[in-house]
């Protein structure tokens, strides 16, 4: 090319959660029966739709506006049944005009990230969610910036680690917060989440607070919403239904904008996230539809209720199956559907592996795991060896080593199944050289 064409931060594009997809087709070419647990789709791994939510979707098809554009921040009704929603649940008012809706929560985080001036930074957690991490160091042109959850103490932000970067960092203007947690599962207790806004109080910050699995959460626990302590923080919440109704196709989501008029900076920058928008036109125009029909019908919190419970269930034999294992660092999930295990410092190397029956998929785990990192040299054989296809750790900017897996096989035999032959695939990994 006549000139360099590439932007500066092409090279912080990575998704781990899909890119193990490759891997996965190439020995499923081989004759090899994947089990998907490397993604968040509800869907995929065989939950039902309940029949009076589609019924509800079919007559939203049959009404011709679902077919039009919308207005650029999404519809007004829907805008306003999740504001009054907001208004009666959390101590933050918000009106319609305070939210705007997306083609996702990706599209979202995207824009949040894209339209930031690109010295100002946004420290997140790691381990990262690693749409948020590769956006922010996208539009920065390096490495992300991270503050440390700990596994050793539930997954938590180290708020000490978060505070004493920023301190030396001037360039960060805003925190990251993703609760309840990908990849880590976890719920954040409120007095963690009062320490981060007091944080952002202290050195006027902004806060992003993901919440898009606000509403997935089990064993007692349930997640402190943004809105309810952002006293005069400027804030953004990110919600949608993907993951909640679950409709991950439908590319649904939206931000709720909190104290835009307590910093006109901050208040310039909203506005631009909102041309942008603009120049879109707009968001999918037949989720949003429904949203307010289906979230007010009754039926809706006992199916969902349900649909925790059954998380709950998996989440304790998911525990209970791997906790015992010397060598790693396993935390009960709590919301969400991921569980992130780690492994002790030092118990991985590049000798052990695990017995792979066939020659051709051998051979080509011996090939891709020249090099790589310990854990995905683990992610590699546990694939190989038994068509479980979980996600290293380092793979969301982290530098510890483990893997995430989602709780969503529907399937409890196969349930069981899989988190058996993860652990004692662990012990023999472990002790393999």
Known sequence: MRNNIVHVGAHELRYEIREIVTVGNRLHDMGLV???????????????????????????????????????????????????ICNKREKAQITKEDIVFFNGIGDAISNVYNYLKSEARVIGPSPAYSTHSSAEAAH?????????????????????????????DHSISGILVINPNNPTGTVYPSEI?????????????????????SEITYNGKVSTPLSDIVNDVCGISMRGISKELPWPGARCGWIEVYNKDKDPTFEKYIETIINAKMLEV????????????????????????????????RSKFAYDALREIDGVIVNQTDGAFYMTVAFDKGVLNDKQRLEIGDNKIKDYVEEITDGVAHDKRFVYYLLGA?????????????????????LLETDPEKFEWIFTTIAESIKVYLNSW
Request: with cysteine; aromatic share 12%; hydrophobic share 35%.
């Open 34 to 84: 994947v089990c998907w647990e490397n993604i968040g789709d509800p869907i995929h791994k065989g939950e039902k739709i309940p029949s009076w939510i589609k019924e509800v979707i079919k007559e939203a098809v049959d009404t011709d506006s679902s077919f039009a554009y919308c207005p650029t921040k999404g519809l007004e009704e829907t805008r306003e049944f999740l504001a009054n």
């Open 193 to 213: 989440m009062n320490g981060i806004v007091k944080i952002a109080e202290e050195y006027d910050l902004f806060i992003v607070c993901d919440e898009v699995y």
């Open 386 to 406: 038994t068509g479980i296809c979980v996600v290293p750790l380092t793979g969301f900017s982290c530098d510890l080593y483990g893997f995430r897996v989602t």
């Open 140 to 168: 920065a042109g390096v490495d992300p910036l991270m503050y440390k959850l700990d596994p050793e103490n539930n997954w938590y932000p180290d708020l000490n680690d978060l505070r004493s970067k920023i301190i030396d």
């Open 282 to 313: 707009c968001s999918t125009t037949l989720p949003q539809k429904v949203i307010p029909s289906v979230l007010s019908d009754p039926r809706y919190r006992e199916y969902h209720a349900n649909r925790n419970r059954q998380y709950e269930v």
